[in-house]
């Protein structure tokens, strides 16, 4: 298979050249598939070839277009934030040998001879979000980069007729990869940056008859506590939820479930290094806790112990750590050949994930090795206490972390960010005690009601490094 996103494109602009493939929300302009080729090939006559250059995103046209010109020009492409400090900047130039590509606007009438790419090239570099550290940068070939929405469109059974709403930036792998399922189906991706004016995503949803809508658990909250009633007015025209890049609690399933009856509702489980490995149709199904789903189209997913032999049966109590096999992975981590091998091995990318596969084929996730928290005898699943927590009623989210202890190693540490009314810690503890073994529950001197939970940019994950900071210093407890 030598199919890119490149090659994809190019035969939608000369198959469905009037259909429109990106429409950008906050200025209504729309693209064709040919006028959206041309201005790649545009753009690529004045790229030079063989560079790593830096785009500060935007979610506009002008910035994808710059992207995949990059590409088209034999060039690699290095996303970063738009609020990337000057600073930072150069950091990056001088990491990735790279320079700054300024938009341009005005292009030359002429546009390069493309020429198919080989696609074990590599096509970009994605910076990691660094939730546990310093960010890398994840060099994607352009067959991982095809087979990564190539998975997103397998599993949703994506037409050219689906219309996808984007509230994501493209500086990330999963808002690319949204994108990317789209224009290799033919499809139309709505793009816009205003992910939290729930007012602007609504309008837009109603306005280009949005029939697919691809979020972070960061915006399915906020949307569950503040736009529940746009969301149940545009019900009757969505065909799919799309929820990645972070664990969606088991609490907002099922509002979402019980609110949508009638929507296809997945999560995706995957990272920068191995791109949409599994996906979960989970408005299918009677619930199942910390479930993933399957395999996709391109990945295979196998536990490893800790010697790193396969573990060929493994159940919840005994899981290994979680190994994806495939043509969605890396090529490694810039200029990192010792990092690279510590998780790159015999053709599969080792995750920090544990997890098993359970009774009925399907892949559970247990949390983070880094994660785990080893009290005395017993290892405690931070997932785990915070699906209980998360079912209480009022708690809007929460996170657990290991806290240092004298006697027993580490304890769970429990943060929790409340909706209105909270109930007292010892109240909050007798709930838990119906809910987790005795060891899993938290003291009430290491809960922590906060206003809000660090979260990075663009993805929303919560960083928990820095509550982990924050317990050390005890600051802003």
């Known amino acids: 298979m030598n199919e890119t996103i490149l090659s994809k494109l190019k035969y939608f602009a000369e198959t469905t050249p009037n259909k429109i493939c990106l429409i950008n929300a906050a200025t209504d302009e729309k693209i064709s598939y040919k006028e959206f080729w041309s201005r790649i090939l545009r753009y690529a006559k004045i790229i030079e070839p063989n ?30 934030e738009a609020t990337t400090t000057e600073e930072k900047l150069m950091d990056f130039e001088k990491k990735f040998k790279a320079e700054i590509l300024p938009l341009k606007y005005n292009l030359p009438d002429d546009e390069i001879k493309f020429t198919e790419i080989d696609s074990e090239k590599i096509s970009c570099i994605i910076c990691t979000t660094g939730t546990t550290g310093q960010s890398k940068g994840v060099m994607s070939s352009f067959r991982c980069r095809f087979c990564g929405a190539d998975n997103v469109k397998y599993s949703y059974e994506i037409t050219s007729e689906d219309i996808a709403l984007v509230p994501q930036v493209f500086s990330h792998s999963g808002g690319l990869r949204r994108v990317e399922a789209m224009l290799i189906s033919g499809a139309t991706a ?95 199904f009677e619930p199942k806790e910390n479930c993933v789903g399957s395999e996709s189209l391109h990945s295979k997913i196998v536990f490893l112990d800790d010697n790193g032999n396969l573990i060929e ?85 929460c996170a657990v972390v290991p806290k240092k202890d004298k006697i027993m190693g580490q304890m769970p540490a429990l943060f929790i960010v409340w909706n209105k009314n909270f109930i007292p810690v010892d109240e909050l503890t007798k709930i838990l005690s119906k809910k987790l073994d005795k060891f899993k529950i938290p003291r009430a001197e290491n809960i ?21 900071e924050r317990l050390e210093s005890d600051e802003n407890l």
């Open 190 to 284: 709505v793009i816009m940056n205003a992910a939290m004016l729930f007012g602007n995503v609504f309008g837009a949803i109603k306005k280009y008859h949005c029939n697919i809508l691809q979020f972070v658990p960061a915006q399915i909250a906020q949307i569950l506590k503040r736009a529940k009633k746009m969301l149940i007015e545009v019900s009757s025209q969505l065909r799919i939820i799309s929820v990645g890049s972070a664990v969606i609690p088991e609490s907002d399933k099922e509002e979402l479930r019980k609110l949508l009856p009638n929507v296809r509702l997945f999560n995706d489980f995957g990272s920068t290094e191995a791109i949409g490995s599994a996906y979960f149709e989970w408005s299918a």
């Open 51 to 80: 560079k790593n250059y830096i785009l500060q995103t935007r979610q506009t046209i002008e910035h994808l277009i710059a992207f995949y010109a990059v590409q088209a020009a034999g060039s690699i492409a290095i996303p970063v």
């Open 313 to 397: 049966n493994t159940s919840r109590d005994c899981s290994g750590t979680i190994a994806v096999e495939g043509e969605n992975l890396m090529s490694g981590y810039f200029n990192e050949p010792k990092l690279t091998n510590e998780v790159m091995q015999n053709g599969r990318f080792i995750s920090s994930d544990l997890g098993y596969r359970g009774d009925d084929g399907m892949i559970y996730i247990l949390g983070r090795k880094d994660d785990m928290i080893v009290s005395g005898a017993n290892k405690i699943s931070p997932i785990e206490i915070e699906n209980a927590v998360s079912e209480i009623d009022n708690v809007r989210e």
């Open 448 to 468: 922590f009601y906060v206003k809000s939970l660090p979260r990075t940019q663009g993805t929303g994950k919560i960083i928990k490094r820095e509550l982990i």
